[in-house]
């Protein structure tokens, strides 16, 4: 009765717009013995007549689950710690109830299944499979951790060989089976590479296709707000820009601590170095950790990027996108930058910084560079004068 009592009381509040702290109020157990003077001691039948439509319309929401999209949404990698996490994310945040689970490991990817089924979100059509060309058609929206992990003492450049072949043979199912998709992230290492031949081989529009690049940032943010002793999201423009990896640029001029420039918060520099080295390291921190790398934080970060070109929330965090810009001198490469994804796709500005900091950038850049030219000799991706036969669209 209890439980009735309050769920009206909720009723109420959406209809009368009663101060939340009465509901706090009402849940730390003000309301569980009597009915109190603002709220009134119950809830008349007129109540009802005339709340009718606005209560049924609030038991729906309630009751049955309400989607940005019914689009289907493919989960690449889905037997593995990230694309599980991420299958869960993405029906938490009610992004669409068509979502495909695919993976080559058939028993990894068919557990996930069932334990996303066990959860009982109401409303879904789950499915899984190992079958790529039923993955992939008909998807208008992919995420991807479909690689190898990474192992601790290994760096992502370590990965580069064997991950950007499964990232070709990617492209490849995108072009051959779903070339109207929408949009597709990709996550696994090294993501700067991964998706750029990813991009190469789908014939998908730059974009269209982003990689994961926000951990970096969400990583520096954090160390700042542990350093400071304030809350995480106080913490702004701490962003880093380049490569995902041991070549990031880690940018400190914009960032604000609770308003107040960093500049002005009395960090010693060997301090910063020392922030800036735990960022970079991020990665290899949580290997070290947890024995495994992560896959809670790529898997939410890379849903709420999916989430945004769907219409969602925008995802302003820096994300890896295709830059091929005279003005900056970045050349064919895929790098994170300030960007922007919404339902149109990824869009990026120029960074600004010190002269230092896009010093930094122009190192970042060029290691970019070199990994990109050996996927090229290792004839992964072909030359970059010969992209536009491949995909008419860079």
């Known amino acids: 009765m209890h439980d009735l009592h309050y ?38 039948e007129d109540f009802f007549q005339k709340k009718e439509k606005k209560i049924i319309n609030i038991l729906i929401k309630i009751v049955v689950m309400e989607f940005l999209t019914n689009d289907k949404l493919l989960i690449v990698g889905a037997g593995g710690m ?69 192992k601790e003492g290994m760096t992502r450049e370590d990965l580069l060989k064997g991950n950007c072949k499964i990232a070709a043979e990617f492209g490849d199912n995108i072009k051959k089976y779903c070339p109207e998709v929408e949009h597709v992230v990709v996550i696994f290492n090294p993501a700067d590479v991964t998706a750029l ?19 970096d940032s969400t990583r520096l943010q954090q160390a700042l707000a542990l350093e ?39 960090l010693s520099d060997e301090r910063w170095e020392e922030i800036k080295h735990h960022t970079v390291q991020g990665g290899s921190n949580i290997i070290k950790l947890r024995g495994r790398s992560s896959f809670q934080s790529p898997a939410y970060n890379a849903v709420k990027m999916i989430e945004a070109a769907m219409g969602g929330e925008k995802f302003t965090l820096p994300a890896g996108c295709y830059v ?55 004839g992964i991706v072909p030359p970059v004068a010969e992209w536009t036969k491949m995909n008419p669209n860079l």
């Open 197 to 215: 031949t990813a991009l190469i081989h789908s014939g998908l529009k730059p974009n269209q296709l982003t990689s994961l690049a926000a951990l």
């Open 228 to 266: 400071f002793g304030v809350q995480q999201d106080k913490v702004t423009g701490a962003h880093t820009y380049g490569g995902h990896g041991e070549q990031m640029a880690v940018f400190a001029s914009q960032v604000k601590v609770d308003g107040k420039p960093l500049s002005e918060m009395g």
């Open 7 to 44: 769920f009206l009381l909720i009723l109420r509040s959406e209809s009368e717009k009663i101060e939340f702290s009465l509901f706090q109020q009402a849940f730390q157990g003000t309301f569980r013995k009597r009915p109190t003077p603002q709220l009134g001691a119950s809830i008349t």
């Open 82 to 150: 990230i694309g599980s996490n991420m299958v869960q994310s993405a029906l938490m945040l009610g992004l669409t109830p068509n979502i495909c689970l695919y993976d080559i490991y058939e028993p990894g990817v068919h557990g996930v299944f069932d334990e996303i089924q066990q959860c009982a979100f109401p409303g879904v059509n789950v499915t899984y499979t190992v079958n790529p060309e039923e993955a992939f058609t008909g998807a208008k929206y992919i995420i991807s951790s479909g690689g190898a992990p990474r």
């Open 324 to 378: 091929n810009h005279d003005k900056l001198g970045f050349k064919n490469v895929m790098m994170a930058m300030p960007t922007t994804i919404d339902k149109t796709g990824v869009h990026f500005v120029e960074p600004t910084g010190t002269e230092e900091e896009i010093a930094s950038l122009n190192k970042s850049y060029e290691h970019l560079c070199k990994m990109r030219d050996e996927i090229v000799e290792l």
